[in-house]
């Protein structure tokens, strides 16, 4: 009997803030977690690559390497660049997941430039208006994937709608909820609260045969009151930068409590354990990064500076994702409306 | 000579969550604090008032008590409330203040009846499009003042700008910091970014004449890059709702991670102290409340679950906003423009 084909993942080398290093031991570690059950394909500046791969003595592992000339910086504006480096290790890569040569393409490098890649090189699933990004935030009980996270600044009611369609499949799939609670992120509770917007997705999404639990407000997402929380771009970035910053500024102000004296300095000392340990998964690492929705193919952004577990859980969960259904259901979910 | 006549505060005893117990019992602490240098009049059920001083041994401080005999809750509808309860503690107390018979009117109640009986019964000053609220966020170092924090979920860039000129007052005459940084919130530095209305309002700042220090993102609140950092009230409302939700979370992280083992529980025990010591200012009782920006008079809203120390605060606050310049530097800079 034939044994299944393998499964082949592209990885944007040279995209994170610490790429080809942090890319190239991650991908090692990939491979090593994966017990070599999917092939990485490294795009990036070939030379480099094989010169990451001998430091890391990781040459006779079954990589393949396919050479990129130019790097989308972080600097660089997403859809210039996309038009102006057409051989970006970026570009490459998602031109190879669009031809079939790979199952998904992964990138720790400019969000806005992933994000247009994967819109423009891979093209949007049928009957979704716009892709999404959207992304896992830890909560009190487990996590609560908000969507859009910074894909989709102005947003109409149809956007939200969907969004929160494919947050559902994404989260039934990939996290393994039965039937995930959706919840409209808005000021009140009240069906009346909000932007129009708000107001009129709050109407379809009640419409819908999901799981809609109606408007959470911001203090409602940490206490784990929805499995997907769904607001337009603009909101979900902020709130999502502001989670992100809460670590270091609960980290300064232990450091400025230190400082008043020897007591509280050895109290801060004591306290950094638990502290770490109780938010370990608020680390961004942890997931890896955040899916792109509703494009054709499977493609994760990872955080600019992911460390090597960044990148290895990127990938890792890139095949989890490309063995799923996720694609086939958004269309078939969009097709029918959920109504 | 004669004395500079008394400041006076009304205070809508039958407001917030526990009232009128704390509503009491602050009043008490504040007129304590200010060695009576204030007076303050207890406006709601006069008989239940008289009750609370008795219980707290107050009858002989030199409060007045002015009889209301109807109440707003948390669940009534901010408009209809008003119009239906004509002789609700609020409405009197906002309507003492607008016949100049107090400087100053707080309350602990439903937010959205605060804000409404403000605007109508005092009715905006002179210039301002829409009054505002604005709420204090405790931030690496120092507070960050984040404006609309819930007023204005829909706004347009002449409203965001005017929230960045009357946050930029209250910071300097309260805050007392020269010239307070002003920062646009959105998604991104570059003045591209966001909104129509975020990259409009970011030319009406750049055009004027205030310490405008461009766009911050999510992450630079808590980092205090800005003094004010200004936004329309769907995102204010959702970032303070998140911001304020955070230390209950790491309580049941903390919690969740005590559970694990005895020496867990030791550790999570050694670390509340330098934790809440580390974070006893994003109490909101601390400020006391969030100030109405631009209506005609003072106004304090206090938090619906203010501790008795939180109702102490909005008065000491009142008191001191309604010393201020506040509403004439305001109605002066909007006829200015600024530029």
């Not at 247009?116 to 990004?133: D, H, M, Q």
């Not at 045969?209 to 979900?236: M, P, R, T």
């Not at 354990?273 to 952004?301: F, Q, Y």
Request: net charge neutral; hydrophobic share 40%; charged share 20%.
């Amino acid at each position: 009997m034939e044994s299944p084909k393998k499964l082949r993942i592209a990885l944007d080398t040279m995209g994170g803030d610490c790429a080809p290093e942090r890319e190239v031991a991650g991908a090692v570690e990939a491979l090593r977690a994966s017990r070599e059950q999917f092939e990485i394909v490294l795009v990036g500046d070939e030379q480099t690559i094989h010169h990451q791969l001998a430091l890391q003595n990781a040459e006779h592992l079954p990589f393949t390497v396919v050479h990129a000339s130019q790097v989308i910086t972080m600097a660089d504006s997403p859809t210039a660049a996309l038009k102006q480096k057409k051989d970006s290790s970026l570009s490459v890569g998602m031109h190879l997941h669009k031809e079939g040569k790979v199952d998904a393409c992964v990138s720790a490098g400019n969000t806005g430039a992933v994000l247009s890649a994967a819109t423009l090189i891979l093209g949007r699933i049928k009957n979704v208006s716009r892709p999404t990004i959207g992304t896992f935030i830890p909560a009190e009980h487990g996590t609560c994937l908000l969507v859009d996270a910074g894909a989709n600044v102005d947003c109409r009611a149809q956007h939200l709608y969907e969004f929160a369609v494919m947050g559902n499949i994404y989260v039934r799939l990939l996290k393994k909820k039965d039937r995930p609670s959706i919840a409209l992120l808005n000021v009140g509770e009240e069906k009346s609260k909000g932007t129009e917007a708000a107001q009129e997705a709050h109407k379809l999404l009640l419409a819908s045969s999901y799981n809609f639990i109606g408007n959470v407000e911001g203090g409602d997402i940490l206490k784990s009151k929805a499995d997907v929380v769904v607001c337009d771009g603009f909101v979900g970035n902020i709130v999502l930068k502001f989670g992100e910053s809460v670590p270091s500024f609960l980290k300064s102000r232990l450091k400025q409590f230190s400082t008043k004296g020897v007591i509280n300095k050895l109290a801060v000392g004591m306290a950094l354990w638990p502290l770490k340990a109780s938010l370990r998964d608020m680390d961004p690492n942890e997931e890896g990064g955040v899916p792109v929705l509703g494009v054709n193919g499977v493609t994760i952004i990872g955080h600019g500076s992911s460390t090597v577990k960044g990148i290895k859980n990127m990938i890792l969960r890139a095949a989890e994702v490309a063995q799923s259904q996720v694609n086939r259901q958004i269309e078939k979910a969009l097709a029918e409306k959920g109504f």
